[in-house]
């Protein structure tokens, strides 16, 4: 028999009962359509979000040189998959506080993700409200995976795969989860009023620092910084894969905005999702008409590697808190945080600090200045709040993940040796090349 | 309290009431259910439109030489954001005609696009039906946006950025908004009986009559026309771009050609979604089909530009009524925008009109050719209710983006020295290069 | 007047009936309302589908040499459309069993598609259940091009555009629907206890039978193994496009599973397709994972294109059994699927077997494991009923369509000469360039 069949008969029964009943069976009704709309949804937001991972793969793609592309290329689809399995053997548990937690407010439980899926064929218990647990699990999974790959790009070029991949299982299994249970339900900066809607601080200012700890700990590409200190650029190798994948992270966003209250089966959530929606364009569009603006006017000519990371870092300023400003006000935060990238990208370089991807400015700048801006937007925030949770997310990210890049560096050790980092890890190191049937400067000279 | 509950708890205290208060009940259930599908089908189907500016910028990238790759990707993310500030600012207030519409039938209200928004939080009131204000608005946008996408095609290669952004900005925050009101509620085309579901005239056509007189005043590329007047062929870089361009914008469609209605919670309007889907695939396969076939008959080799625009030009077509007709007729309609294509390629050549990515073919001539067909299958349409409406729109749109482009032309310029566009945008203007590390014929000349 | 008032009227005027009619009407807008989230997920699933025919693309234009990327790109966008008409025409009558059938269990009925099809405006008899008739149509379409578009990789870089497509249009209008329709309703194969939930089987293995028939038949690319008979690799041009593909593919997996039981309106199926997800994610892990390890430890390094065909290759395997599996039987279940792509691409070298892409080893193999998976995990499964299923299907699809094949060849003949085939497809037979501004060694050799 369908599922269809049975629902009805099973209201139907329902109301073959007392007088009483049609309320009850329509209450049951109205927890049952509300459960099927909420998974419907956040399903179709993590399948926006997991798109973002082809979003970063192709942004770095673009953004290295061709001679470390197809090295870029296995680290990023490497990086989703154990941040997958990291996830769900230790980090889901982890990533909430609940009764089970090993220090309530501070660490949650050390538990397998499967345990708390209802069964196949079961008729799940909607009366508790509520996506599937199965389909929470996935949107938090691609929102670990995300704050992965935000690392992927900033070490790029230089670093070797054994020691990124183990990173990643770390950052995803344990980093990540235990500050972004602080953030949830019961976790000790809810507590303290702490305000992150989807993750400007949680997974961009996360990632970026735990990006940032890479960069200092790694150092920069050779031939990156002249003898007396001066940035040379080193240009990426493909500027329409860069494109696209800022055009797939924006289209991902929707998904990553749109469905971090994890409900959308009632008209104010609807309403509430749409006015998201809105705000996430509206800063991103204020992101890429500030950095064009500003590029022009600093360097006199526009520069699309900043109009690209202008882009994002509006997308992330306005993921604390996009549901309650104005869409002028949304357009306005994420032009600050466009602003952020033409201001930070040069200081990097004079601080010699190699970011190959702007994942600096873009992911942990913009996303301090998305946590800060929440505390001025959001009706219950304040901005104390929210320097408070900054300072911890990133001030434990930064020591945890230094800790682990330290560690790797000295046992088995980060980068390649010169001669293969000049030549390409490509070659080197994976035996293969990302385009190998055209004649690049490289080749040829 | 979650979301949830607060819905189940309002219908319960509702339900304690009189007797008649299961219906009252049942029915601010099922406007609240209409309300939530609508809202969330229209964003899907937004999500899928702003998508397409991913397509058409791959498509353009991948029909431009390389030297001026890095122009287009800028062009294309610019217009995207400068399209949003522009019509949440000016255009939405003029792309309906509602109560206080300055001129009745003609042109609508000066107000900001945020105004009519219920704030974060609130209940909205589902009594009235139709998706959420911002999601309509969401959606209206990345219509708008569409329409600047196909002029950014046509005259690629050789316009300066600002004069581009200025147009931009006047097309998304006037020119379409004006003629789009035209077809809507309480439009004086729609009071004609013109019907054009989701703009094949409006979006389409529109773009396509702006892009022609941009090609119009601003003149061919240097050396696209030899001095005897015959074509020569300025292939593009990359056909996989293209190629992905075309699939961007096939998967895009459903949402714009699915959408349209703004409705889909009731089992006839998903059954007529359905049916267009349906009928938008069919006549992509259709105008497929006919550009491989024709294109093979009349070159004796089947050449993948025109499959890929006779694509488009079948999508293109089925655009302005893809509810009533069969799927044979759907792919037939297709058809005949594919075999547009193949007649108005040369013929454009002949003409010596440059048009760069193939707007005209595609989306003017097959924009016309789905505004008439729409006369012949929807049963409340007429074809010279459609010709009335395509003349207008078409006219209209031509009348006013040839001014600006002449003021334009006349004040900041349209073109690039000689010199800077033989030897590329990228490198003269951006000072970039898109693919940095490649030897290009150019290059090694 | 709009459909919501519609409804909205519709429930009242039952409702101001007898004392019986608020159940009655409550059922029928249960009805109702699963018919529209039914149609609405499997709309979205759909759409995915179809997204991964751009993933094969990408994934077939990087697999193959530059000087043979028009062509494959050609060929998938050519096979799409007629799959499309191909499959309306004929096949779908004959990818399902009902009372029309030409042989009950064998052989559906040969009706045109588009009869079934409610007109444009009715009201849908909602009491059936299940999607509107053409949404279930579109997303057995998606699936039918699937399959198709394993082939056209395998055969790549030799085989003439007019057998290709010829080829196509018999698998999807012929034979794909035909042993489709066994494992549906009242197929023999569903009698039989063979289970597949979305096509390990009936989509991959039977595509990977048709492109392993389609290689015997038509041979080696000319220098792809010497006269001793090793192997000699030929790279793809762009794995950045290759990986983009992937990336591609997972995303659509996402509604090629998740849609495939047609129900999605009730907590139930919604907590099922969330497992769906969960555990398709898991086997891409797994596989990608399995792929990375097992290259690196077999070949000393790891090799890119075997973890992105290790990543299908797990897709492929949770295929036929998403839903009852744990997380990580599922991960373990991707990750045979991985392995077996480490194991079988050398195989088929060393057997002198030129797969372009892998379509053998990823649809073919994987897809046979898959299948007998499912015989291990689904509570209604028995390994005995799956192998004979597959033997069944992949027999049939092996005889049928190596027929056709050796038709093909002795009639319009499969192959270019060799000149043709040693210069490049591109040129010679289509008379353009996928990259014609770059300079590749093949042209500065």
């Not at 972004?180 to 970026?208: C, E, K």
């Amino acid at each position: 028999m369908r599922s269809g069949s049975k629902f009805a008969a099973l209201l139907l029964a329902g109301l073959a009962l007392a007088g009483a009943t049609p309320a009850m069976a329509q209450e049951a009704s109205a927890a049952d359509a509300l459960f099927v709309v909420d998974t419907l949804f956040i399903l179709l937001s993590a399948f926006l979000v997991m798109w973002m991972a082809a979003g970063f793969t192709m942004l770095e793609a673009g953004f290295v040189r061709s001679r470390n592309v197809a090295m870029q290329l296995t680290k990023n689809i490497g990086l989703f998959a154990l941040a997958a399995a990291s996830f769900a053997l230790v980090g889901y548990g982890l990533s909430s506080i609940d009764a089970d937690a090993t220090i309530p407010g501070f660490l949650g439980a050390f538990k397998f993700g499967e345990l708390g899926f209802a069964p196949a064929g079961s008729v799940p218990d909607t009366s508790k409200g509520g996506p599937a647990d199965a389909a929470v699990f996935f949107y938090g999974l691609m929102f670990c995976a995300t704050t992965a790959s935000i690392v992927s790009g900033a070490v790029a070029e230089r670093i070797k795969l054994v020691p990124f991949f183990i990173f990643t299982i770390l950052l995803t299994g344990l980093i990540y989860p235990i500050q972004s249970s602080w953030t949830g339900a019961d976790g000790f900066l809810s507590n303290l009023g702490f305000v992150d809607h989807a993750g400007s601080v949680t997974v961009h200012a996360a990632g970026g620092s735990a990006a940032l700890m890479g960069i200092l700990i790694i150092g920069a590409r050779i031939g990156r910084f002249s003898k007396e200190g001066h940035g040379v650029p080193m240009p990426g190798s493909s500027l329409p894969l860069a494109t696209l994948g800022v055009f797939i992270l924006w289209l991902g966003w929707f998904g990553f905005n749109g469905g971090a209250t994890l409900s959308a089966g009632t008209p104010s959530a609807m309403a509430d999702i749409s006015r998201v929606i809105v705000n996430t364009n509206a800063a991103a569009c204020g992101g890429a008409i500030c950095a064009l603006v500003l590029s022009q006017l600093m360097y006199r000519s526009i520069d699309l590697t900043m109009v690209l990371n202008g882009t994002l870092a509006g997308l992330v300023a306005i993921t604390a808190e996009p549901t309650h400003p104005s869409m002028l006000v949304a357009m306005l935060i994420g032009s600050v945080g466009g602003a952020l990238v033409i201001v930070i990208v040069p200081l990097l370089d004079r601080l010699r600090l190699d970011d190959v991807v702007g994942a600096v400015p873009v992911h942990l700048c913009a996303g301090i200045w998305g946590g800060i801006a929440a505390g001025l937007t959001n009706p219950d925030g304040s901005v104390l709040a929210q320097l408070v949770g900054i300072a911890m997310i990133c001030g434990f990210v930064m020591v945890a993940s230094g800790v682990v890049w330290l560690a790797l560096a000295l046992s088995v050790g980060l980068r390649f040796d010169a001669e293969t980092e000049q030549r390409g890890l490509d070659i080197n190191e994976l035996g293969m090349e990302a385009y190998p049937d055209f004649v690049t400067y490289e080749d040829s000279a």
